[in-house]
């Protein structure tokens, strides 16, 4: 173990233990689940930043969200950090025979295609005979649109997909319809749960779409985000350097100054 890794569990410990950081102690695996969420996106955004120095930093604060966990497990006597490492390390060779048994050659498909092969067999072998589903293990604290992709995969390796991506398109355009109908139901008291559900059902279709074409979903909408909120604040510099409330105009006006800033990119 490097000197900095060892320091860091000290530190961890230290602020755990007797005069220790009063907060740090009353953290719970529960209480600080959120906070390793919150440090996991932001390592995504320091990514998209492009900025080394700023992931560097990110994964420290994710490390570090690791080690608190473990701490606490060695605590409860479950389990201390250095197990956790023992376990993705014997994940990792379990996961790569090609490499580390066989030495046989695959290309980056065929690896994927054999990963979720040898996950599908520890799933059944961790559960009882006949017992275990495909869809099991995939977190329900994942992002929506990510759990979408993930529960199509699983899905999809038990051949239950559309053959080609054509077939997924016209199912996002039958689920379009059916919010489209449901939006027109008259009785109001059914309307809302309707379109409730067929939206669901429309944002599942399209996020099927994305992994049929190989597309990450939830990488494609935060890059729509991120371009819809760099227009926005487009079209009201355009309105402030002219004197103008951006939002005291109107739609049609707003309309033309998107496609200034749109232009302008």
């Not at 900095?4 to 755990?16: F, N, V, Y």
């Not at 048994?101 to 067999?121: D, Y």
Request: charged share 25%; hydrophobic share 50%.
């Amino acid at each position: 173990m490097t000197d900095s890794m060892g320091e860091l569990l000290a530190i961890m410990a230290r602020l755990r233990g007797a005069g220790g950081c009063p907060w740090d102690r009353a953290q719970t695996f529960a209480s600080i689940a959120r906070y390793t969420i919150e440090e996991a996106y932001e390592v995504a955004d320091a990514i998209e930043s492009e900025d080394p120095a700023h992931l560097r930093s990110e994964l420290g604060d994710l490390l570090f969200q690791v080690v608190f966990q473990s701490q606490i497990a060695s605590e409860q006597g479950h389990f201390d950090f250095a197990a956790v490492a023992a376990s993705i390390c014997d994940k990792l060779v379990r996961r790569h025979p090609h490499v580390f048994e066989s030495g046989v050659s695959m290309t980056a498909e065929e690896q994927s295609a054999a990963w979720e092969g040898i996950k599908a067999r520890e799933r059944r072998a961790a559960g009882a005979a006949g017992a275990a589903s495909r869809v099991d293990e995939v977190p329900r604290s994942l992002p929506a649109l990510m759990r979408t992709h993930k529960l199509g995969a699983r899905a999809a390796h038990a051949g239950f997909d559309f053959t080609e991506p054509g077939g997924a398109a016209a199912n996002v355009a039958e689920e379009l319809a059916e919010v489209l109908a449901a939006a027109a139901e008259g009785r109001a008291e059914l309307r809302a749960a309707r379109v409730f559900e067929e939206l669901g059902d429309l944002l599942f279709a399209a996020a099927n779409l994305a992994r049929k074409l190989g597309v990450d979903a939830e990488a494609a909408l935060r890059a729509a985000n991120a371009k819809f909120e760099r227009r926005v604040r487009g079209m009201e510099s355009l309105a402030a350097a002219r004197g103008l409330d951006f939002a005291s105009l109107g739609l049609a006006a707003q309309e033309a100054l998107w496609h200034e800033a749109k232009l302008a990119e």
